[in-house]
């Protein structure tokens, strides 16, 4: 008498398993980068929450990627 499954469920295949690992890493690194993303904007969210700015150098330090504008204005130069 024949059994009448011969081969192996395609559950147990190798490259269903391979498969399935693949699937379950690359949903939890989602799943990690999503918490992140979301812990990082609310940490941002809380300290700009009341901040304003009040007098003008930091107005001008945030210009020009960190750099006062009147430092650089005020320099001369000889060429």
């Known amino acids: 008498a024949l059994s ?3 081969e192996a469920p395609f ?4 490259w269903f398993l391979l498969v399935m690992a693949l699937s379950s890493l ?3 690194l989602l799943v990690v ?3 992140v993303l979301h812990g990082q904007s609310k940490k941002y969210r809380n300290c700009s929450a009341g901040k304003t700015i009040s007098n003008v150098e930091e107005s001008v330090t945030l210009d020009n990627g960190g750099f006062t504008a009147l430092e650089l204005n005020s320099r001369h130069l000889n060429i």
């Open 33 to 35: 980068f999503a918490l």
């Open 4 to 6: 009448a499954q011969t």
């Open 26 to 28: 690359i949903l939890i």
């Open 11 to 14: 559950y147990e295949e190798w």
